[in-house]
């Protein structure tokens, strides 16, 4: 089974341009998570889509934003990049929630490789 | 202000030593993962641990969830250097489905 592919998986952009940044999901799962990782820190949350809709956004500005298709697969747009944009970009895709011993386990996250973007 | 602060956030250590990396926070969570990233990879999910107090295994890898559900930690017997990486506890707040993720901890095994 194929696992959640990212694509592309470097990029350099320099400052002031604008990005697209592309995930599809696992087949069957719906929902989607972006996540920004800079070196050597754990990856920050930036936001899901569940069923093409925005479930949850983290502490990023407007420069970024989603979407996500009806296949479920989803892209993320960055404006206006800055130096500091420079960093992993993590996709995650999801299963509906398990139960385990009677607790549902909800959010269990599957990533792609990442891609690497490097804004000069 | 960071939610899960893991500890050590590096490690290094001779092959065939035991080690534990720990995952602390203020709050509670629903639920707590593991995951660990190789250079150029994306995180692997290791394990999710749901009630207080429960013990995970898998293979030499030992999982624990604290009672309070606020804390974890991840127990390593006779390392390998195939179990270099970074180490990451993610939870999922109660009222709140975002998955925070710990500091990491980055672990080099010496052959």
């Known amino acids: 089974d194929a696992g959640v592919t990212q694509s592309p998986t470097h990029l350099i952009k320099t400052r002031g341009q604008q990005v697209t940044l592309r995930c599809s999901p696992i087949s069957g799962h719906k929902s989607v998570s972006w996540y920004q990782q800079v070196l050597g820190q754990g990856p920050q949350f930036i936001f899901q889509y569940y069923e093409k809709e925005e479930r949850g956004r983290g502490n990023f500005p407007d420069r970024f934003s989603a979407r996500q298709f009806p296949n479920y697969s989803s892209e993320l747009n960055v404006n206006a990049l800055l130096l500091g944009d420079s960093a992993l970009y993590l996709c995650?895709?999801?299963?509906?929630?398990?139960?385990?011993?009677?607790?549902?386990?909800?959010?269990?996250?599957?990533f792609g490789a990442g891609t690497r973007l490097s804004v000069l | 202000t960071q939610l899960l602060e893991q500890s050590p956030q590096f490690l290094s250590i001779q092959e065939g030593e035991n080690l534990t990396v720990y995952c602390n926070s203020s709050?509670?969570?629903?639920?707590l993962q593991w995951y660990r990233q190789e250079p150029g990879e994306g995180p692997v999910l290791l394990v999710t641990?749901?009630?207080?107090?429960e013990v995970k295994k898998l293979k030499r890898l030992t999982f624990q969830f604290g009672d309070a559900r606020k804390d974890s930690s991840l127990h390593i017997t006779a390392a390998q250097p195939g179990d270099t990486g970074l180490y990451l506890c993610?939870?999922?707040?109660?009222?709140?489905?975002?998955?925070?993720f710990g500091t990491g901890t980055r672990l080099t095994i010496i052959p």
């Open positions: 709050s509670v969570f629903s639920s």
């Open positions: 993610a939870g999922v707040p109660f009222g709140n489905e975002k998955l925070t």
């Open positions: 641990v749901v009630t207080g107090g």
């Open positions: 995650a895709s999801s299963p509906q929630p398990r139960t385990y011993g009677g607790r549902i386990a909800k959010n269990i996250q599957y």
